[in-house]
Each structure stands twice: as C-alpha cells, then as structure tokens.
C-alpha cells in the first residue's frame, strides 16, 4: 500500500478530492493537523462524493504520529528542489508527503529524519504551484504505476 501525506491541510475540497483518490488507488491518506477545516465540512464531503466509506483515511496529531504508519520511505514534494519524482523508483510501503496550501512544506518538515528525498513535479517557469490534490494524484499515479498498478482494473 501506499501511503500519501497531507501535512496541515488548508481547504476541505482539496482533501476532499484526495479522499476519492484513496478509494480509487487503495492508497492511505494520512491528515497531520491541525486541519483547517471539519471533517465533516460540506465541500470536504461534496470533492469526496461518495467514496468516503471505501477510502482508508487516518488523521494524526503530528508528524511523528503519520510518519510511524509509513513503513517505506517518505518523499517529500516541494518546488525546493532539481530531483524530479518521475526519476525516483517508488516502494510498497511509500509515502508522499505534502505541505498546506498555499505554503508547502516548512524546512522543519523537510529536515525531519524520516524523509528520504525532496522531489518535485514539472512545472513551466513562472507559476507558484499546482493544485494539492490534482500534485498528490500525479504523485500517486507515477508510485502505483510502478508498481504495476497492483489490485487496479
């Protein structure tokens, strides 16, 4: 399985959309608060539609808490960085972490220990960020590609 992270997440759509993305993959998504939102907030529930009850979701207390359900390594996504994720070889047992919108990851989240590598998605020159959930999807999708896809149709 794999596992992707959302670190203080800000807008319920976005998590909400990464909640159908965890029914549709397998995948965890792990919610590190303090979240900006309810859980039970109407967009959070409207981007999910009705994949709530299939999706594997966990929301911890801190870092420390999310990090020690990733057994695999942990790839931190930020535009801080020249390493591409479509050049990393991703593990059963991943995780991919990602930062609050509009933020990103603070350097104390990068620093942690557990994290393996920063990474980034490809962008044109210019432009501040992607959408989380549409970067977590891209992410996802590359990891379970290259695991062949296991338990998909």
Same mark, same amino acid.
């Given at each position: 399985m794999l596992h992707v992270i959302f670190f203080e997440p800000?807008?319920?759509? /976005?998590?909400g959309a990464a909640i159908r993305l965890s029914a549709c993959t397998g995948s965890m998504l792990h919610l590190v608060e303090p979240l900006a939102f309810d859980m039970e907030d109407a967009k959070?529930?409207?981007a999910? $539609? @009705? %994949?709530? @009850?299939l999706a594997h979701v966990r929301v911890h207390h801190d870092l420390a808490d999310a990090l020690a359900e990733v057994p695999g390594r942990v790839w931190a996504f930020t535009g801080h960085t020249t390493t591409l %994720?479509? @050049?990393?070889?991703y593990a059963d047992g991943d995780g991919l972490l990602f930062g609050p919108? *509009?933020?990103g990851l603070p350097e104390e989240v990068?620093? @942690?220990p557990r994290i393996t590598s920063r990474v980034r998605i490809h962008m $044109? *020159?210019?432009?501040?960020?992607? /959408? $989380?959930a /549409?970067? #977590?999807?891209? #992410?996802? %999708?590359?990891a379970w590609r290259q695991l062949g896809f296991p338990g998909g149709v």
């Amino acid at each position: 399985m794999l596992h992707v992270i959302f670190f203080e997440p800000r807008i319920p759509g /976005n998590t909400g959309a990464a909640i159908r993305l965890s029914a549709c993959t397998g995948s965890m998504l792990h919610l590190v608060e303090p979240l900006a939102f309810d859980m039970e907030d109407a967009k959070l529930r409207r981007a999910g $539609l @009705d %994949y709530h @009850d299939l999706a594997h979701v966990r929301v911890h207390h801190d870092l420390a808490d999310a990090l020690a359900e990733v057994p695999g390594r942990v790839w931190a996504f930020t535009g801080h960085t020249t390493t591409l %994720y479509s @050049d990393v070889s991703y593990a059963d047992g991943d995780g991919l972490l990602f930062g609050p919108e *509009p933020t990103g990851l603070p350097e104390e989240v990068m620093s @942690d220990p557990r994290i393996t590598s920063r990474v980034r998605i490809h962008m $044109l *020159p210019g432009v501040r960020s992607l /959408n $989380l959930a /549409n970067s #977590a999807s891209i #992410a996802l %999708y590359e990891a379970w590609r290259q695991l062949g896809f296991p338990g998909g149709v």
